[in-house]
């Protein structure tokens, strides 16, 4: 599938920048300064995770032209997870520092914890780390469709149980939102 990796290096980094100019108005642009992200962070976040984007979101299906975007629980915790390694790869050491501190420093077994305490404890506080983990994912796999399809292939989404009739179907299932 190696025909695909400027195609999905380009949706990478496009979501990157996407979420990050998205958090940016969310938590204002101060912010940023201090933690080290920058211009370059997205092209990082890309780098770190567009290669596995390609091994474990993409299937062949039903031949050539056809691919599937993989919505399953393992796959995308490694992709989220190579996701954040970009992010956190790109931060200044004070930004790693107060990322972890305020307890924002979350790959997926971190936020898992932290949803499932949060969904109980604070419900308004899991109801907004929900949202936000949903734009991610959104933005990632509408971004890898959009590009794909624009580039002439049909794309499907599917789970280990088949083919699914939109990405938010799949996200519904995944077992962060149970």
Same mark, same amino acid.
Request: aromatic share 8%.
């Given at each position: 599938?190696? &025909? ?17 100019? %998205? ?5 204002? =642009? ?5 933690? $080290?992200?920058?211009? =370059? ?14 091994? %474990?979101?993409?299937?062949? *299906? ?20 190579? *996701? ?10 004070? $930004? ?19 949803? =499932? ?32 399809? &624009?580039? $002439? ?8 149980? $088949? ?16």
């Amino acid at each position: 599938m190696g &025909q695909y990796s400027t195609l999905i290096y380009q949706s990478v980094d496009h979501t990157a920048r996407a979420l990050l100019a %998205h958090f940016q108005a969310q938590y204002g =642009k101060l912010i940023f300064i201090p933690l $080290g992200i920058s211009a =370059k962070t997205p092209e990082k976040i890309a780098l770190a995770s567009s290669l596995s984007v390609e091994r %474990h979101l993409l299937r062949s *299906f039903e031949g050539e032209g056809k691919l599937m975007l993989v919505i399953q629980n393992a796959e995308i915790r490694q992709v989220y997870n190579d *996701f954040m390694d970009g992010l956190y790869g790109s931060l200044s050491f004070v $930004g790693k520092t107060a990322m972890k501190a305020l307890g924002m420093r979350m790959y997926r077994d971190d936020l898992d914890a932290q949803l =499932k305490n949060n969904k109980l404890n604070k419900p308004s506080v899991y109801e907004k780390r929900k949202d936000n983990l949903l734009i991610i994912l959104r933005a990632l796999f509408g971004e890898l469709q959009a590009n794909l399809q &624009q580039a $002439g292939v049909q794309v499907v989404f599917g789970n280990e149980e $088949g083919i699914l009739s939109s990405m938010d179907e799949g996200f519904q299932e995944l077992a962060i939102f149970q």
